[in-house]
């Protein structure tokens, strides 16, 4: 590379702003931070949902290309994944050479950027959140398309030069498989210029709110399990979403069947900047990974922006949340407890009894501000990303 170039990074990713999820908050800052290093950035993404209020970031070229959703409007699904993937492999074909390309998984768009990447003679570098052959296994037994994507998941993750994996426990997990490509935990963080506590009132009766994708990965129909015993203390007590999913109906039904529609409420996802108000309002968050394998190394990111907002949260499950919960050394971060109907309701009730107050809130938002940022993730990636040029 010419000494004084401008450096070029490519991101692609079916996912990004304005689309409400971690994936699209992480790439976002850590493009606002190869340009603010004097990279020029370009993102390969998807078009949002028609209707959705699109905010770039200055200075980033976004380019967008339609693709096929699913009826709750995510890219999610082989068939979506491939509307974007096919494309993808032409836009990066005629587009000028990176000296990096970023990648958001897929397996199939992380194989896509490594023909591309190796056609340009370039490196690439993966943020790998999970392993995603495993987490096929709770939605399909059929053996040739698990056997196919973890073949096609190795040999992307194989090619990369460097992958940004989430923590440590993922990187043991992909060891254990065989993949030996260079990692660097590089840890979760929220968007703390969104999410951060303003000084909101308790609500009374209590107000539980969980914020982000319900899948059967997630395993968050728990909570409305649970809600009958916490109306049995908490009469009026509210169980709020803000997502979406393919669970979302059969919650519903849930709701329905226990009596208690009344009290829990499903809406669409909402931007962050919206999302934390309600959060530094609530009694608590709630999360959950549901007890499967693939989720003993699986975080849920939902609890950083939670804690940035100054509220507690409530886990539901094992892996990587509880050791962050437990080991916090935050006395009002919250609490993990096994995805047990009993022990969450316990857990909602306990808290409803005992609201935390707007001093400690704020205390706790400040705490996670300091501990757990994006922005100080994205310093770190862009910081090895020169290295690996460099190299």
């Not at 800052?29 to 970031?57: H, M, N, S, Y």
């Not at 100054?310 to 509880?322: E, F, H, Q």
């Not at 006395?331 to 609201?355: E, F, L, Q």
């Amino acid at each position: 590379m010419r000494a004084g170039r401008t450096k070029r990074v490519i991101i692609a990713t079916r996912i990004f702003g304005p689309e409400v999820s971690a994936a699209s908050a992480i790439l976002r800052i850590w493009a606002e931070e190869f340009r603010a290093r004097g990279w020029q950035v370009t993102v390969l993404t998807a078009k949002p949902p028609k209707g959705a209020l699109i905010d770039d970031p200055t200075g980033i070229e976004v380019r967008r290309a339609p693709v096929k959703r699913d009826k709750q409007l995510y890219v999610r699904g082989y068939l979506s994944y491939l509307s974007f993937d096919v494309p993808l492999a032409f836009r990066l074909l005629f587009a000028r050479r990176a000296d990096l390309y970023i990648v958001e998984p897929p397996p199939t768009t992380v194989a896509v950027v490594r023909v591309l990447a190796a056609l340009k003679r370039s490196p690439y570098v993966v943020r790998a959140a999970d392993y995603w052959t495993e987490a096929a296994e709770l939605v399909t037994g059929n053996r040739f398309v698990i056997g196919t994507l973890r073949r096609v998941e190795a040999w992307g993750l194989r090619g990369a030069r460097m992958l940004f994996a989430a923590h440590q426990p993922l990187i043991d997990r992909l060891r254990a498989v065989g993949i030996a490509t260079p990692a660097v935990p590089i840890g979760f963080g929220a968007d703390t210029t969104h999410f951060r506590y303003d000084d909101q009132p308790a609500p009374e009766p209590p107000v539980f709110v969980y914020g982000g994708t319900y899948s059967e990965w997630h395993g968050p129909g728990i909570f409305v399990d649970a809600m009958p015993a916490v109306l049995e203390q908490h009469p009026g007590a509210r169980l709020v979403y803000y997502g979406n999913g393919e669970e979302r109906e059969a919650m519903q039904a849930r709701a329905r069947e226990l009596g208690i529609e009344a009290s829990v409420e499903f809406n669409a996802p909402i931007p962050p900047a919206a999302l934390s108000p309600i959060l530094a309002g609530a009694t608590a968050s709630v999360a959950s990974l549901a007890p499967v394998p693939p989720n003993d190394y699986a975080l849920a990111t939902k609890v950083y922006s939670s804690l940035a907002a100054g509220c507690p949260v409530i886990y539901a499950g094992r892996g990587p949340t509880v050791e962050f919960l437990n080991d916090s050394q935050h006395p009002h971060a919250g609490v993990a407890v096994a995805y047990d109907i009993v022990a969450v309701a316990a857990a909602m009730n306990a808290a409803a009894a005992s609201p935390l107050p707007p001093k400690a809130r704020a205390e706790l938002a400040a705490w996670s501000a300091r501990e757990y940022s994006l922005a100080a993730i994205a310093e770190r990636v862009v910081s090895e990303s020169l290295a690996i040029i460099g190299r």
